[in-house]
């Protein structure tokens, strides 16, 4: 079934809040092809997007980028050394913040 999937996948997180006392919206997601993903890695773009990230924190824990030894959520880490090596894995990550305004809308504006 995998190698006949065609198209793309964007998984990605629409964060809505206030900043500094001003409203806020940033998009963080990554976009995967199926043939592409295929080709690297035998399997299609889904399973690629899900077990990049969990090696990409195991790599962080070993190098010592992430330090283990106390409990924090995953959003208290350091996101640069994350998407870095995402990107080196194949899986770029694209942010999007929409200007700050009266009206917050979903971006139009995609990475390539």
Not at 14 to 30: A, C, D
Not at 49 to 71: C, E, F, H, N, S
Not at 74 to 99: D, K, Q, R, W
Request: proline share 7%; glycine share 6%.
């Amino acid at each position: 079934m995998a190698p006949n999937y065609i198209g793309k996948t964007c998984i990605g997180t629409l964060i809505k809040g206030t900043y500094n006392k001003k409203p806020k919206e940033v998009f963080i997601y990554n976009i995967c092809d199926h043939q592409e993903a295929y080709h690297d890695v035998s399997s299609q773009a889904i399973a690629f997007t899900a077990g990049v990230p969990p090696v990409a924190a195991a790599l962080l824990i070993a190098r010592g980028d992430w330090d283990i030894k106390t409990m924090v959520n995953v959003e208290e880490l350091e996101p640069e050394p994350f998407l870095s090596i995402l990107n080196e894995m194949g899986l770029s990550t694209c942010i999007h913040e929409a200007p700050i305004d009266d009206e917050l809308s979903l971006p139009r504006t995609l990475c390539a």
